[in-house]
């Protein structure tokens, strides 16, 4: 069983970055895991922001393409979300999803403030 661990989130401006990181452990990470990230706000559905395959094909929500890079560290089991030119609708609980193993990490916050 795949266990994932987020962290990285906070606090910061408009117009700034933050670094996610989602880091997996367990029996059955043995390669590069496809992984991918979601948020939520209170009273809406969690939404699909940005994924990345075994293969390393990366795939991205319209409104982050451009600021929102997902990337992978094989050497440490983590796959990044580099989240730049962050707004104030990115404001959510973000949460790591590896879908060949239906397991979602703990999830964390970000907050933009204006």
């Known amino acids: 069983q795949v266990q994932l661990v987020e962290s990285g989130g906070g606090l910061v401006p408009a117009g700034g970055s933050l670094r996610l990181s989602c880091t997996a452990s367990g029996s059955t990470f043995h390669s590069a895991i496809a992984l991918q990230w979601y948020r939520q706000t209170p009273g809406k559905q969690r939404e699909y922001v940005a994924g990345i395959s075994t293969i390393d094909s990366k795939f991205y929500k319209d409104s982050v393409k451009g600021r929102f890079v997902i990337l992978r560290d094989n050497a440490k089991n983590t796959v990044f979300l580099q989240m730049n030119s962050l707004k104030v609708e990115d404001t959510a609980v973000y949460y790591c999803?590896?879908?060949?193993?239906?397991?979602w990490g703990q999830g964390i916050q970000v907050t933009v403030s204006s």
């Open positions: 999803f590896a879908p060949l193993d239906d397991v």
